[in-house]
């Protein structure tokens, strides 16, 4: 997926600050189904290019594109759903395949908005990357939910099989959705997203940690409280243990990678001997 423009990122802002008054104010129960139509819809515009480029037309009239939402989807989607849509097809955007991005974009923040109202969003974000390492750990694994041949309904039942009611019913949908439509992406890179937008939700940072052995509660205090003096802003720890770095840690936010294992140090030794 490429950057959005201007005017697509100001449209999508605008979405975002409807989403989470329609959050704030809906019943949990409405928000799942509200997620789920989102996708739906992504997948719509995903396959149908005619239709995608009709609602992000910027020289077709805004009442003329609402018109054709309204013909196609406006009775196969509830009133949330039709409240978020309608303005966007009405607003301006700078490309049209910003559109069915956008729109997914909405239908995460919807799904985590239930994991928020329902206190489990803490969860849902180590769920998500738990799995990621599971993928990691499962080459085959992996290769099978990211068929491309494979009939979706088919990876979706493999996917329930792993983890069936094991997760939080939030991490389950989000799972769903990526395994059904990956959009181009590998399944680790959408889990990955997924991890960072959990944290995003919660105004957080995501510090991945690499260790030699599991932390300890303390340790893991002291390095979030760490981690959070240096970038300001609060980090959710998400740790995977290595015992060939023998000791120290790497630690990466973003883009950002700081390396203090003694496997580094060793590395670079021997780099400088053979120099």
Do not use: C, H
Request: charged content about 30%.
């Amino acid at each position: 997926m490429t950057t959005p423009g201007a005017a697509s990122r100001d449209t999508l802002a605008a979405g975002i600050s409807a989403l989470d008054g329609i959050i704030d104010r809906a019943r949990p129960e409405e928000l799942g189904p509200l997620a789920d139509q989102l996708a739906a819809v992504t997948a719509l515009l995903d396959q149908e290019a005619g239709l995608r480029r009709a609602l992000a037309d910027p020289s077709a009239d805004p009442d003329r594109r609402q018109a054709l939402f309204d013909r196609v989807l406006g009775r196969q989607l509830d009133a949330p759903a039709l409240e978020l849509l309608r303005p966007l097809v009405r607003e301006r955007w700078s490309n049209a395949r910003d559109l069915p991005d956008a729109v997914e974009a909405l239908g995460r923040r919807a799904a985590l908005g239930v994991a928020e109202r329902s206190g489990s969003l803490d969860d849902v974000e180590d769920q998500l990357f738990r799995f990621g390492r599971i993928l990691e750990g499962e080459p085959r694994l992996r290769l099978a939910l990211e068929d491309q041949t494979a009939p979706a309904d088919r990876k979706a039942a493999l996917l329930d099989r792993l983890i069936g009611d094991r997760v939080d019913p939030t991490a389950r949908q989000l799972l769903d959705q990526a395994v059904r439509a990956p959009r181009g992406r590998s399944l680790e890179s959408a889990v990955a997203q997924l991890v960072e937008l959990a944290a995003a939700r919660r105004e957080r940072y995501v510090a991945y940690v690499t260790a030699p052995a599991a932390l300890t509660d303390q340790q893991e205090r002291r390095l979030t409280a760490a981690l959070a003096r240096i970038y300001d802003r609060q980090v959710s720890l998400q740790v995977t243990v290595d015992p060939q770095l023998l000791g120290g840690l790497v630690v990466r936010v973003n883009d950002e990678v700081i390396d203090g294992s003694v496997l580094s140090r060793l590395t670079a030794l021997r780099q400088r001997m053979a120099g």
